[in-house]
């Protein structure tokens, strides 16, 4: 059993998550606004709050290190997963599959 009680946990998940959120924001090369970075440290917040939510309801609370880790990932990957989910939802994203030259 862990030493942190779960305010605290999913507190630090959260702003972990939040953070990534934002770094990935800063790497992405978009416009800086308030708008833009408060919407982003939300959406990567939640997301990784979430996936934090779910992994100590599956699996307690035996590693809160790994519980960490996992939404940290979380958060550096939520914002780029929704912003294709909506590009696609758009329209403006179009997958093609093609056969290969050699006819596979």
């Known amino acids: 059993m862990s030493n942190y009680e779960p305010p605290v946990i ?11 959120g934002l770094a990935q924001m800063l790497r992405s090369g978009r416009k800086i606004t308030w ?43 939520g914002t780029t997963a929704l912003d294709f989910i909506l590009e696609a939802l758009k329209g403006k994203i179009v997958l093609k599959v093609e056969k290969s030259d050699d006819g596979k």
């Open 10 to 20: 999913f507190g630090a998940t959260f702003a972990i998550s939040s953070l990534a």
């Open 35 to 77: 708008r833009a970075v408060l919407s982003s440290m939300l959406n990567s917040g939640l997301i990784g709050l979430c996936i934090g939510m779910f992994w100590w309801d599956q699996y307690g609370v035996d590693n809160v290190w790994f519980l960490m880790g996992v939404s940290l990932l979380a958060g550096l990957g």
